[in-house]
Nanobody, 121 residues
Framework: QGQLVESGGGSVQAGGNLTLSCRPSGPTYRLMGWFRQAPGKEREAVAA????????NIADPLKDRFRISRDNAKNTVYLQMNSLKPEDTGMYYC????????????????WGQGTEVTVSA
């Protein structure tokens, strides 16, 4: 319980796409989120999905390019990132929550190790 396995990071050129995956061990958590942290910057919320309702939230600046979804049969959450920009570079973290504000770090109990995304100009 509490382990989150992330995958899908990598290096792409600007304009490229990546899809990150996160599979938690243990139960289905009420809220699953993605955060990112660029070098020298604070961790910020990217997107989240409520496991039972399917409702999603995405940070306003990213709504046109990012999408979060989940496959209940696989108990896996995906972050689809399109038209990537160099400023999207950073470590992306999957997190699991029992409930709370989707964009607040303190709402999340379990965190993955992170998967690195590098976008070159």
């Amino acid at each position: 319980q509490g382990q989150l396995v992330e995958s899908g990071g990598g290096s792409v050129q600007a304009g490229g796409n990546l899809t990150l995956s996160c599979r938690p061990s243990g139960p289905t958590y009420r809220l699953m989120g993605w955060f990112r942290q660029a070098p020298g910057k604070e961790r910020e919320a990217v997107a989240a999905i409520y496991s039972f309702s399917g409702n999603t939230n995405i940070a306003d600046p990213l709504k046109d390019r990012f999408r979060i979804s989940r496959d209940n049969a696989k108990n896996t959450v995906y972050l689809q990132m399109n038209s990537l920009k160099p400023e999207d570079t950073g470590m992306y973290y999957c997190a699991a929550s029992y409930g709370g504000s989707w964009d607040q770090i303190r709402a999340y109990t379990y965190w993955g190790q992170g998967t690195e995304v590098t976008v070159s100009a």
